[in-house]
T-cell receptor, first 112, second 112 residues
């Protein structure tokens, strides 16, 4: 019940295309859903996050879509660029003092 | 946002030895977190370090193997003791600000 299931494990997208990464959760007590981006040799960095009271959040080319009834959320990267090639982790947490649960990650490669 | 300096960035160690990883934050924080990231895998929380008290370890991690120090509100160390090849991983320290996690660049550890 504490898991966050992420798919696909790896993804290859042409430059200019849309990259889509999906996550699903079970625990309805989760109330914060961030996405982290990690480049090789670096620690993860927060990319964008959403709370369950909204269905979509957009920051530049990055959009989170949230489906509360299906307990799913996804990251969409529009106009994908080679510089977006990285590993992406979805995550969830349920309150300020509780630990964050990470998905297993998606290795995204954007073809030039 | 917090800036975290972690060192060493990488090391190659012999089986049976110990390595201490240092983490310095540019602001005072209550909790610091230590994660392990095995090759191609997600982030696994090792322990939470509070200043002035013993660290809290997650299931599967013990103090004898991963002793942690937290002498003040800006610094922590993680020691990987009596290392074996199975300890080869990236070790990351992290702090939380407003439910956002900030990570150091990690320590890439290889055990021969």
């Amino acid at each position: 019940q504490q898991q966050v299931k992420q798919s696909p494990q790896s993804l290859i997208v042409q430059k200019g295309g849309i990259s889509i990464i999906n996550c699903a959760y079970e625990n309805t007590a989760f109330d914060y859903f961030p996405w982290y981006q990690q480049f090789p040799g670096k620690g993860p960095a927060l990319l964008i996050a959403i709370r369950p009271d909204v269905s979509e959040k957009k920051e530049g080319r990055f959009t989170i879509s949230f489906n509360k009834s299906a307990k799913q959320f996804s990251l969409h990267i529009m106009d994908s660029q080679p510089g977006d090639s990285a590993t992406y982790f979805c995550a969830a947490s349920m309150n300020r003092d509780d630990k964050i649960i990470f998905g297993k990650g998606t290795r995204l490669h954007i073809l030039p | 946002s917090a800036v975290i300096s972690q060192k060493p960035s990488r090391d190659i160690c012999q089986r049976g030895t110990s390595l201490t990883i240092q983490c310095q934050v540019d602001s005072q924080v209550t909790m610091m977190f230590w994660y392990r990231q095995q090759p191609g895998q997600s982030l696994t929380l090792i322990a939470t370090a509070n200043q002035g008290s013993e660290a809290t370890y997650e299931s599967g991690f013990v103090i004898d193997k991963f002793p942690i120090s937290r002498p003040n509100l800006t610094f922590s160390t993680l020691t990987v003791s009596n290392m074996s090849p199975e300890d080869s991983s990236i070790y990351l320290c992290s702090v939380e600000q407003g439910r956002k996690l900030f990570f150091g660049s990690g320590t890439q550890l290889s055990v021969l």
